[in-house]
């Protein structure tokens, strides 16, 4: 097996034959997600908890699901409803969790670095489910599977990342993954939500919408993340609409077969126009039905532990 560590907690240091790893791992969940009983034995017996200290709609619901089609038992904890508001601490809630004998934890929190804190503190493996503006590794991995499918390849495609990428964790998790399988990517956004020096990442900086989409093969577009925002970093959603939202005019720059997707949720007429959010080059919904597929990797890969049986064997 190429995936030899306890957790998965970013796309940052993990080396290019462990992405393809999780890539071809969840290339063939995806034909268990297409039967008409999706459900394989594969981790029976195992418990996977939700640890989530932030909103989520496709990440924790696709997580749920990919655990279920495993069998894995899997317990959703939301921390509004939980001890935390009583005051209790994160490594007490992890460890009390922990003692439950639970094998797999996916967590999402506000904090970047917070999820790495975790499995620092637990012997449970861990799945960072997207920790404040760091990472959100299995995004990036529902991403490049999306176009690997759409493309039949990853190395030399022009990729535009458009939006917010400073506070983005997709965006971050996204450069750090495609550069190092041979994506070129290209960043474009209002200057306050560029981080400086993006260049070094390997990514090319452009200056105008008209830059970034013209010759695209994929289009990723972000929203503005304003819970992660200080202060105000534009003027208005109309002008940011006006500048930075991807219609179908501006489309017609890109490769007449270019994909347009999106992390959710969008913000229609904001960053992304519905009738190209809903329209024929549209992979939004394809991203999310892998999302599936690339958390019942994570969760087998980690759950079945390092050298231990496969899939086909276990697979019915
Ligand atoms: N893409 C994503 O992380 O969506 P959710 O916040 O709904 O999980």
New binding site residues.
Partial sequence: MAYKRKDLLGMKDLSKEEILYLLDTAQQFTEINERDVKKVPTLKGKTVINLFF?????????FEIAGKRLSADTINFTSSSSSTTKGETLIDTVKNMESMHSDIFVV?HAYSGSVKFIAEHTDAKVIN??DGLNE?PT?ALLDMLTIRQSKGRLEGLEVAIIGDITHSR?ARSDVWAMTKLGVNVRLFGPTTMIPKHSEVFGCRVCKSMHEAVEGADVIIMLRIQRERQGKLLIPSTKEYAKYFGLTKDKLTLAKPDALVMH???INRGVELMSNVADGDQSGVLR?VSN?VAVRMAALYILGIGNNKGGMDENAS
Avoid: C, D, N
């Fill in positions: 932030e909103p989520s709609t496709r990440t924790r619901t696709s999402r489910a997207g959100h995004q997709v992390p959710g949720p991203q999302g």
